[in-house]
């Protein structure tokens, strides 16, 4: 990950672009189905949050948080 760096769960992750490198860079070695980088091919912010967070189901890590809570920057909901 080369952008800026994350100091909050609201406004710095609201593009999904460091979601997107942290859940490749936490997948176990081997783990699959692999966790992609593909959500960054996406332009709309809400599409790219939705495809984040398919990868992160991936690694059963999708419980309750929606791509409108990625996008609007819920602080409370990104944490968990």
């Given at each position: 990950?080369?952008?800026?760096?994350?100091?909050?769960?609201?406004?710095?992750?609201?593009?999904?672009?460091?979601?997107?490198y942290l859940?490749?860079?936490?997948?176990?070695?081997?783990?699959?189905?692999?966790?992609?980088?593909s959500p960054?091919?996406?332009?709309?912010?809400?599409?790219?949050?939705?495809?984040?967070?398919?990868?992160?189901?991936?690694?059963?890590?999708?419980?309750?948080?929606?791509?409108?809570?990625?996008?609007?920057?819920?602080?409370?909901?990104n944490m968990?």
């Amino acid at each position: 990950y080369q952008g800026a760096e994350i100091r909050n769960f609201s406004n710095d992750i609201k593009d999904s672009i460091a979601y997107t490198y942290l859940l490749k860079q936490i997948q176990p070695n081997g783990y699959q189905p692999s966790v992609t980088l593909s959500p960054l091919s996406e332009t709309d912010d809400l599409r790219r949050a939705e495809r984040m967070l398919h990868e992160a189901e991936k690694l059963k890590a999708r419980d309750f948080v929606t791509p409108n809570d990625v996008v609007t920057g819920n602080q409370k909901l990104n944490m968990a």
